[in-house]
T-cell receptor, first 112, second 115 residues
Framework: EDQVTQSPEALRLQEGESSSLNCSYT??????LFWYRQDPGKGPEFLFT???AGEEKEKERLKATLTKKESFLHITAPKPEDSATYLC?????????????FGTGTLLAVQP | DAGVIQSPRHEVTEMGQEVTLRCKPI?????LFWYRQTMMRGLELLIY????????DSGMPEDRFSAKMPNASFSTLKIQPSEPRDSAVYFC?????????????FGSGTRLTVV
């Protein structure tokens, strides 16, 4: 069964303390690994798409990397405004349908 | 563009009542998705449309749920009759394609509480 698992469930960092979030997946027909940010009371906001192992993408203090079994979202010198839930999703394009399968997210809190 | 617009933002209803959630996608986006989010199960795809045609409704929990897209600028998700286990945040999203190449744009969601 296709599955996406994110860890940790919650992470508390001090401002400037770098860390990484993990997304591991098992899917029969991977066609992309996606990262989203979700703020309280809002819908998820698209950050990155990664397509092949070894690929990396960056946006401000965030860098996403991809291997054959997992992805990492590295946060360098985070600021309080980086506090949010970060969601990982995989594209499953097997069969007659194409869909994104989401993990349950990592809740990140950055304290000043 | 104002983004994906959902209404209402909050809905509280009694068990057994009919609930209708509404969505206006971004103009020019050919794909529209309905997701449900709960703490236990995260984001689950309920149904998606391409050019107003339902393509995959395998995520719709049961016959109490139905979705329509009468035109390119409007979609509804209806629950009849509603049950307490339907309480969740329901998101609508739209995209230029369904492979996420351009990212899905989500609305702000409708928080449904069934008492």
């Amino acid at each position: 069964e296709d599955q996406v698992t994110q860890s940790p469930e919650a992470l508390r960092l001090q401002e400037g303390e770098s860390s990484s979030l993990n997304c591991s997946y098992t899917v029969s027909g991977l066609r992309g690994l996606f990262w989203y940010r979700q703020d309280p009371g809002k819908g998820p906001e698209f950050l990155f798409t990664l397509y092949s192992a070894g690929e990396e993408k960056e946006k401000e203090r965030l860098k996403a990397t991809l291997t054959k079994k997992e992805s990492f979202l590295h946060i360098t010198a985070p600021k309080p405004e980086d506090s949010a839930t970060y969601l990982c999703a995989v594209g499953n394009y097997g069969g007659a349908t194409n869909k994104l399968i989401f993990g349950t997210g990592t809740l990140l809190a950055v304290q000043p | 563009d104002a983004g994906v617009i959902q209404s209402p933002r909050h809905e509280v209803t009694e068990m057994g009542q009919e609930v209708t959630l509404r969505c206006k996608p971004i103009s020019g986006h050919d794909y529209l998705f309905w997701y449900r989010q709960t703490m236990m199960r995260g984001l689950e795809l309920l149904i998606y449309f391409n050019n107003n045609v339902p393509i995959d409704d395998s995520g719709m929990p049961e016959d109490r749920f139905s979705a329509k897209m009468p035109n390119a600028s409007f979609s509804t998700l209806k629950i009849q009759p509603s049950e307490p286990r339907d309480s969740a945040v329901y998101f609508c999203a739209s995209s230029l394609d369904n492979r996420g190449n351009y990212g899905y744009t989500f609305g702000s969601g409708t928080r449904l509480t069934v008492v």
